[in-house]
C-alpha cells in the first residue's frame, strides 16, 4: 500500500495532519481527508503540493 500523510503549512511550515490517508474529497471549499484506519479530518484549504515518492500531501488553509 502506498498511502501518503496529510499535511498542512503553517507559517511557512508543514505539520502532519493526518497519517495513512487514504481518501481525499472535495467538498466546497473543505478539504475531507479519511485514513486507512477511518479516522477523519476536515479543513478549509487547498491543495498546494502532491509527492507521491515522499508520499506528502501538502494543503495550506484558505
Not at 42 to 54: D, M, S
Request: proline letters at 0%; hydrophobic letters at 40%.
Amino acid at each position: 500500500m502506498c498511502e501518503a500523510n496529510a499535511f498542512v503549512l503553517i507559517d511557512g511550515k508543514e505539520e502532519k495532519l493526518l497519517e495513512n490517508v487514504d481518501l481525499v474529497s472535495l467538498e466546497g471549499d473543505n478539504v475531507k481527508l479519511v485514513s486507512i484506519f477511518g479516522e477523519q479530518k476536515t479543513l478549509k484549504a487547498r491543495l498546494k503540493q502532491y509527492n507521491n515518492t515522499e508520499g506528502k500531501i501538502i494543503f495550506e488553509t484558505i
